[in-house]
């Protein structure tokens, strides 16, 4: 059984830092692209970062140069350390794990986990 699970989200002020986590079980971890995606309240899911199994990251222009997405293959587990946050990052954030091999295409999700930048 597939599972991921999304933890490290919380309340801070903007301007603060939180450090999200997704570690995941009954994959190959290694060999899935790893992904961190939101929804904002109102608005439709989009992505922030992600990373390939190769390590090649890519952004959101929302978040880059503030947010930094990370891999341990050794823990099965992605990070998204998120700086200079702001309200507006506000949103739930889930991780993906997403590959396309011999088999056809696999796509698994977290939870999803409460980010909320206010004052």
């Known amino acids: 059984q597939v599972q991921l699970v999304d933890s490290g989200g919380g309340l801070v002020q903007p301007g603060g830092s939180l450090k999200l986590s997704c570690t995941a079980s009954?994959?190959?971890?290694?060999?899935?692209?790893m992904g961190w995606y939101r929804r904002a309240p109102g608005k439709e899911r989009e992505l922030v970062a992600s990373?390939?199994?190769?390590?090649?990251?890519n952004y959101a222009d929302s978040v880059k140069g503030r947010f930094t997405i990370s891999r341990d293959d050794a823990k099965n587990t992605v990070y998204l350390q998120m700086n200079s946050l702001k309200p507006e990052d506000t949103a739930v954030y889930y991780c993906?794990?997403?590959?396309?091999?011999?088999?056809?295409?696999?796509?698994?999700w977290g939870q999803g986990t409460q980010v909320t930048v206010s004052s």
């Open positions: 009954g994959i190959t971890f290694s060999i899935y692209n």
């Open positions: 990373i390939t199994s190769g390590g090649s990251r």
């Open positions: 993906r794990a997403s590959r396309r091999g011999a088999l056809g295409f696999r796509d698994y």
